[in-house]
């Protein structure tokens, strides 16, 4: 199976509060990667953060970072100091190494609580 | 640089009519795939296409179908329209072949079928 999931179809936060959404995935590859990605009612997708499974270092970027947790198939993001802006849906999704095609999660519906 | 832009935004077509969909890639990306996005469903894959060539395709039925031109542009296209084709179709572009890159999505077109 290439599922990916998000047990949590949405979540709430307080406005500079931290919060962590979770995603599983299953796969037979050793390598691929794994990113999540931001839409907001615009639509739009857009990329929040991406981990290559054969680096064990956990991703960061700016207030976003995940922890990777290869052998677990493992991989949620943590949002610190919440803003108003970041309030969307959240995309879990995984490539294989032999092309680009993305196998997504059915998404978390973040709200950010003034 | 321009991002990926697709064509139409929105379109309403009537049962057992056909459409084609355009989407143009950022200037230098080889690698286009298509995604169907429903509440129900939420983003499934239909196809990507690299360098002209379909390399993988997803789990529709041939009413759907896709093709990419020298200049990198792609297009699908939906023949017999169902009530359930209803939905946001949105392409992907990606500068490398094997998921190592950034996927850069379009806005997405909206098809309403009545």
């Known amino acids: 199976a290439q599922t990916v999931t998000q047990s949590q179809p949405e979540m709430s936060v307080q406005e500079a509060e931290t919060v962590t959404l979770s995603c599983t995935y299953d796969?037979?590859?050793?390598?691929?990667?794994l990113f999540w990605y931001k839409q907001p009612p615009s639509r739009q997708m857009i990329l929040v953060i991406r981990?290559?499974?054969?680096?064990?270092q956990n991703a960061t970027e700016n207030r976003f970072s995940v922890n990777f947790q290869k052998a677990a198939k493992s991989f949620s993001l943590k949002i610190s100091d919440s803003q108003l802006g970041d309030a969307a849906m959240y995309f879990c999704?995984?490539?294989?190494?032999?092309?680009?095609?993305?196998?997504f999660g059915t998404g978390t519906s973040l709200t950010v609580i003034p | 640089k321009a991002g990926v832009t697709q064509t139409p935004r929105y379109l309403i077509k009537t049962r057992g009519q056909q459409v084609t969909l355009s989407c143009s890639p950022i200037s230098g990306h080889r690698s286009v795939s298509w995604y169907q996005q429903t509440p129900g469903q939420g983003l499934q894959f239909l196809f990507e296409?690299?360098?002209?060539?379909?390399?993988n395709k997803g789990n529709f039925p041939g009413r759907f179908s896709g093709r990419q031109f020298s200049n990198s542009r792609s297009e699908m296209n939906v023949s017999t329209l169902e009530l359930g084709d209803s939905a946001l179709y949105l392409c992907?572009?990606?500068?490398?072949?094997?998921?190592?890159?950034?996927?850069?999505f379009g806005q997405g077109t909206r098809l309403t079928v009545v």
């Open positions: 796969t037979s590859e050793s390598d691929y990667y």
């Open positions: 999704a995984r490539v294989t190494n032999t092309g680009n095609q993305f196998y």
């Open positions: 992907a572009s990606s500068f490398g072949d094997r998921g190592n890159t950034e996927a850069f």
């Open positions: 296409y690299f360098s002209e060539t379909q390399r």
């Open positions: 981990q290559e499974a054969y680096k064990q």
